[in-house]
């Protein structure tokens, strides 16, 4: 029997008084890029970072693959935080030798094919980087592992247009079909053609999580519209 690739049981986080997550369950599957998506403060990079294992749940269990998060959750799961994971002393080629060393799973060839395709040069001081080439950066270095769960925190947030097909293209050319992929983002008219389900989190709770598809066939609009919708009431 295969297991979610991720799966939350009644899972809550808790800063103090303050409600971050409010009883989540969910499964996702391999397969999927799915779209995890809110407005600011509504509990998605907490959700992330607990999916992630670098935030404990104040109540209920998170699996990855079957495994508690922990040791070997973080083994097979890639994260790509909305701030660089880069140090201003690295050119290009720095950084995927950073992430080769670090990670038993990172793919070399995946990477130089992803730099490619980015049009990312290996000699280029990271400084020197645009905000769109620097998030192109820290995707290839995300996706270049051969994870099974990639967590995708606001990748397009900040970048010109270009740099955001460029971004969305090569998260779909490059993810792995055995793999489950996690984008979270506020920026949903941009993304969601790339989006096979959403999960809509708003004020701590996942109030839907639905297919794509299911979405522009039973509520007759865009996943955008929907979301507009919700988030007015």
Request: proline content about 4%; glycine content about 6%.
């Amino acid at each position: 029997m295969s297991h979610p690739i991720l799966q939350f049981s009644s899972v809550s986080k808790r800063y103090g008084s303050k409600t971050a997550l409010q009883d989540v369950s969910l499964q996702v599957g391999a397969g999927k890029i799915i779209g995890l998506l809110g407005s600011n403060g509504s509990g998605k990079t907490t959700l992330m970072k607990i999916a992630a294992g670098l935030l404990q749940p104040s109540s209920g269990t998170v699996r990855v693959c079957g495994e508690p998060v922990g040791v070997k959750s973080k083994a097979v799961t890639s994260f790509m935080p909305d701030k660089p994971l880069t140090e201003p002393w690295m050119r290009v080629r720095d950084a995927i030798a950073f992430y080769r060393d670090f990670y038993p799973d990172f793919d070399l060839a995946k990477a130089r094919d992803m730099l490619a395709f980015m049009q990312l040069n290996e000699r280029d001081k990271v400084t020197s980087l645009s905000k769109g080439m620097n998030e192109r950066l820290q995707l290839t270095l995300a996706l270049s592992r051969n994870a099974r769960l990639y967590l995708l925190d606001e990748p397009i947030g900040g970048v010109d247009p270009v740099a955001r097909e460029k971004i969305l293209d090569a998260i779909i050319q490059f993810y792995s079909e055995d793999s489950g992929l996690i984008v979270s983002t506020h920026l949903i008219r941009d993304i969601e053609r790339i989006f096979d389900e959403v999960l809509l989190i708003k004020n701590g709770r996942l109030i839907l999580h639905e297919q794509v598809d299911a979405i522009r066939t039973n509520h007759d609009k865009s996943v955008d519209d929907l979301f507009k919708e919700v988030y007015a009431e």
